[in-house]
């Protein structure tokens, strides 16, 4: 099974939300576990995504946390999650898990 991380910023109803979770609805889960990453907590899609057996973490953004301690924690979640694929979603830190 392919594991891929999804970083946007929040995960609440929007045009790149909705996509996310329509895309998410149809991946075959036998093949895949999407783990969203966001930067905002108590958001619209985290029950479905929760319950429909996926993960949701929540971290600082790298705006609000010192950039060492941001990809610290980046970093222990991709290698404590596996993770095989990321697809980030937010346009002015993309830089960092590239990294």
């Known amino acids: 099974m392919k594991k891929i991380l999804n970083i946007n910023y929040n995960m609440n109803v929007g045009g790149i ?7 998410y609805r149809n991946l075959d889960k036998s093949k895949y ?9 108590n958001q619209y899609y985290e029950k479905e995504i929760i319950e429909t057996g996926s993960k949701i973490f929540y971290i600082d ?10 990809i610290k924690t980046l970093k222990k979640i991709i290698k ?20």
């Open 17 to 23: 939300e909705e996509f996310l979770m329509n895309t």
């Open 33 to 41: 576990q999407v783990i969203f990453l966001c930067y905002e907590k």
């Open 61 to 70: 953004s790298p705006k609000k946390a010192r950039f060492f301690r941001y």
């Open 80 to 99: 404590e999650e596996k993770v095989d694929i990321i697809h980030i979603n937010t346009y002015y830190n993309s830089i960092y898990p590239l990294i």
